[in-house]
């Protein structure tokens, strides 16, 4: 029997295997609250219906138990249901537990991360990724896109030098992927859509609420497709893990007191930078063309709309060798969640033509024989084709209400953050 599902043994004997998260005791009863993986719940231990009584008492705080009995209605219970124990059996009594009940500092529980993730709130946040994850899954499935894996271990950079992480590679060396785009490019022309699902490096040095040196990306790749397109792929895509979000993550989502409101259906504004950078400008912001956003102008944007916003149609000297440029602008997109959580999803539709992407790779200081295979897939039936990439922990950060995306990955890598 798992907790989450414990509406259907209403009235029935069951085994409960788990954790003691608390224990209070009123002389003759003991109440244990149980978490088992799936959820928590308490289990009534009574003097005289329960054979194990005096056992119950050394039970300390993460103590691993078997009991044995009978699942109650108690509507008082946030789970619904009780059990009344008729056998308790223990596993294990734990070590003095160093996460208790008071607040700790962050870096106190970042250091015990492998531990931390047992608390309600953590856990809620981590059981809402698996969500996302399988709702990721199923939207690009249904849609008939091909499951592409690019690889880690990669010869050259795709977003800039400067953030690549470096390792030796027998007589050469290899770089950490920065994103499966270049590879999805090629996985594109194979089979027409395909999505890389993956974890991606950045050798950042900024420590925000919303940056990590090693996240996950979910990057979709389509041949024929245009930058439009990927704007309504994008919005398809979130719609799609906020509706399954709201639908099988709502014990989690209302442990962690998320505002359900800011996850109702809504359509996204589509802005031109330009468009942005006025917006941006009549509210005070001192920004010029060729500026990138930072964090409060893409929280001033959030705000203004209220809800997602495509930006797009970004000044082409700001991005990178691979994108198609129309006039001075990249046929580039960004989607910038509200409340702050920031560029969720950053893509755009792809240069085709070989010679142009010979003298970007000039202008960007790359050379042109790393990237001899990716000009193949242009010397062989170039066609239009577009792709964006969606980081997972801002995506997880914003469905949860997390306020740092170190809490939407189980072992977060952050500039000072290796162990555990
Ligand atoms: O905008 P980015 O850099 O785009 C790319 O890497 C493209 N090659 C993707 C593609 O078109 N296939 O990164 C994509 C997204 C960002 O919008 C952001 O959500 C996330 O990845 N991201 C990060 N998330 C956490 N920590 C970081 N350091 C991140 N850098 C980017
Ligand atoms: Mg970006």
């Not at 294990?92 to 608390?119: C, D, N």
């Not at 091909?146 to 795709?158: N, Q």
């Not at 142009?356 to 790779?361: E, I, P, S």
Request: hydrophobic fraction near 40%; proline fraction near 5%.
């Amino acid at each position: 029997m798992k907790i989450a599902h414990i509406a259907n043994f209403d009235g029935q004997n069951v085994t409960l295997r788990g954790w003691v998260t608390h224990r209070r005791s009123s002389g003759k009863v003991q109440f244990l609250n149980i978490r088992d993986g799936s959820g928590t719940i308490q289990v009534v231990v009574a003097l005289g219906t329960c054979k194990a009584f005096e056992d119950a008492e050394k039970l300390t705080q993460e103590s691993s138990v078997i009991i044995e009995g009978t699942v109650k209605k108690e509507p008082r219970s946030p789970a619904g249901y009780e059990i009344i124990a008729t056998s308790l059996q223990i596993q294990q009594v734990a070590e003095p537990y160093p996460i208790t009940p008071k607040e700790h500092g962050i870096e106190f529980l970042m250091e015990h991360r492998h531990l931390w993730m047992r608390s309600p709130k953590s856990w809620a946040i981590l059981r809402i990724r698996a969500q996302i994850i399988r709702s990721v899954s199923a939207f690009f499935d249904e849609r008939d896109f091909v499951r592409f894996d690019a690889p880690i271990l990669t010869p050259s950079a795709c977003e800039g030098t400067s953030t690549l992480f470096e390792t030796p590679y027998f007589d050469t060396k290899a770089y950490l992927t920065q994103s499966g785009q270049l590879y999805g490019e090629a996985g594109a022309m194979a089979f027409g859509r395909v999505y890389v699902a993956g974890p991606t490096f950045r050798a950042e040095k900024s420590k925000t609420r919303k940056h990590l040196t090693e996240f996950w990306m979910i990057e979709p790749e389509v041949a024929w497709a245009t930058l439009d397109d990927m704007m309504d792929l994008g919005e398809a895509l979130i719609e799609h893990i906020k509706k399954d979000a709201l639908e099988h993550c709502a014990r989690e989502l209302a442990l962690l007191e998320r505002d359900l409101s800011k996850l109702a259906p809504t359509t996204y504004e589509r802005i031109t930078y330009d468009e942005a950078l006025a917006i941006l400008q009549k509210k005070g912001h001192d920004l010029v063309f060729g500026d990138d956003l930072g964090a409060p102008q893409e929280t001033a944007l959030g705000e203004h709309f209220g809800k997602p916003v495509f930006m797009h149609h970004m000044p082409a000297a700001m991005k990178a060798f691979y994108f198609k440029h129309d006039g001075k602008y990249a046929l580039g997109c960004d989607l910038i969640a509200p409340d702050g959580y920031g560029e969720i999803i950053g893509g755009g539709q792809r240069e085709e033509s070989v010679e142009t992407l010979q003298a970007r790779f000039k202008e960007h200081g790359l050379q042109e024989k790393d990237y001899n295979w990716y000009l193949d897939l242009r010397r062989y039936g170039s066609v239009p084709h577009s792709g964006f990439g969606m980081g997972l922990e801002r995506v997880v950060a914003w469905i949860s209400g997390a306020e740092h995306v170190r809490q939407c990955v189980p072992f977060p890598r952050l500039m000072n953050t290796l162990h555990p």
